[in-house]
């Protein structure tokens, strides 16, 4: 059984302070770049609607335990909102709004019709069985379903959530609507109306991008030095993907620790020993340090864990050329500047972990339309997608002499400040 944890929780609040603030900052300086007035922003730095909500669940030893979680809307003045549900011991408030403003970027980034939205409860489902899970999945439902459906608000997996609580969660709402609903939610399996590639969308845009970034800096992706942290559903792909390759992944890390071999690891046999979650470093005992880890030698560093792992502290010491942002909000404001000062090629989260979305957003298309594409289809669309955001995201950049991530901030508030002019809004 679990608890909520509000000690986590607040261990933790400082740097989700951080990452709204900095959202916030950056999405400012982008907007007063575009020529936007005052109001925009006063819209833009928190979602429209903060939903808390309690969900009470038996748990196996007979008590009820309830747990507390969130739904932000960003803006649904492009459409309706879009975004996963964590289950995580140090999920907050701030944070979930965050995600949900990164969410509404990476939907105008790759151009979707989407707001963004974003979802979590404060829960260990690494502590909870099968069984309390399910509950934990459909009392959530109940409790948000008023505001949810295919056209108001779109949940999807996200950190420590899977096809199977999206199936849980798609099965309770289409009881709740009395008709079987697909499109109320994406990354379901297959058989319920998933599409093909949604498991692996995330990772295959992480490597799009760090195959177009290598090209960026002249060299071959084939032989590259990479490091890996996080060893989780997008960077155990990731990691596949990129040793399929051709790439030499020297390291990678889980919760518990990291691994590296400076000739390349198994990525093959770790895949085959890692657990559910991720976790395979506490199979071996010569491990480094996540901090260790950051700071290896390498030419392409990917951060695919949580936030803050790059900061004013450590961003000196980065041998990367190329750092790839997989997770969300990794790199903080001063490292990104440090970082690009340096000359290092930062690829911001809002692209480079687009492709999870892209592929929602094609699943949620096939919902509607009652009709499925191969997963040749999709990762053709998927490829064509990410190749023509990373370039207009890199041009704007080298055009206006901007780094990385305010360049596709600029290009991903633009849609979503146009529909909201339109509207009369602002």
């Not at 960077?235 to 992944?249: R, T």
């Not at 085959?272 to 005992?285: A, E, H, I, M, Y």
């Not at 880890?293 to 050329?321: F, G, H, M, R």
């Not at 998927?382 to 890199?394: G, V, W």
Request: hydrophobic share 40%; net charge negative; with cysteine.
């Amino acid at each position: 059984m679990v608890a909520d944890r509000p000690t986590d929780s607040t261990r933790q609040e400082n740097n989700n302070t951080d990452v709204l603030d900095s959202t916030r900052t950056v999405i400012k300086t982008a907007l007063e770049k575009l020529g936007y007035p005052d109001e925009v922003y006063e819209l833009f730095k928190d979602p429209i609607r903060m939903i808390t909500v309690r969900i009470p669940v038996r748990m196996d030893d007979g008590s009820i335990k309830v747990f507390t979680g969130y739904r932000a809307q960003h803006n649904d003045a492009v459409g309706p909102t879009k975004g996963g549900v964590r289950f995580h011991p140090n999920v907050t408030e701030r944070e979930v709004k965050a995600l949900s403003i990164w969410m509404t970027l990476k939907a105008g980034i790759v151009n979707l019709p989407y707001g963004g939205g974003k979802g979590g409860i404060i829960c260990d489902p690494r502590e909870m069985s099968f069984r309390e899970l399910e509950g934990l999945s459909r009392g959530y439902v109940r409790a948000i379903s008023q505001v949810v459906g295919p056209t108001k608000d779109i949940p999807a997996p996200d950190v420590m959530t899977n096809s199977q609580i999206m199936a849980w969660m798609m099965d309770e709402y289409s009881r709740i609507d009395e008709f079987n609903n697909p499109g109320f939610i994406t990354g379901k399996p297959i058989v319920l109306g998933g599409s093909h590639g949604r498991e692996t969308a995330t990772a295959k845009g992480v490597t799009i991008c760090i195959k177009e970034a290598t090209k960026k800096r002249g060299f071959d992706l084939k032989g590259a030095k990479v490091v890996v942290q996080g060893f989780g559903a997008a960077g155990s792909f990731l990691s596949k993907f990129l040793h399929d390759a051709g790439a030499k992944v020297v390291g990678i890390s889980d919760a518990y620790g990291a691994l590296h071999d400076p000739d390349g690891l198994d990525i093959d046999y770790l895949l085959d020993r890692r657990d559910s979650f991720g976790t395979v470093t506490k199979l071996f005992n010569n491990t480094i340090t996540n901090k260790e880890l950051l700071e290896l030698d390498c030419d392409i560093l990917v951060p695919a864990a949580v936030e803050n792992q790059i900061t004013e502290e450590n961003a000196q010491n980065i041998k990367a050329s190329i750092v790839v942002e997989a997770a969300n909000g990794p790199t903080t404001m001063e490292a990104t500047q440090i970082l690009t000062d340096r000359g290092i090629l930062l690829v911001p989260d809002v692209i480079a972990s687009a492709g999870g979305v892209t592929v929602s957003y094609f699943e949620w298309v096939q919902n509607n339309q009652g009709y499925y594409w191969s997963e040749e289809e999709i990762d053709e669309k998927l490829h064509d997608t990410m190749i023509k955001s990373f370039n207009t995201i890199y041009n704007t950049a080298q055009t206006r002499k901007i780094d990385m991530r305010l360049a596709a901030y600029m290009i991903g508030v633009r849609k979503t400040a146009e529909a909201s002019r339109f509207r009369g809004w602002v």
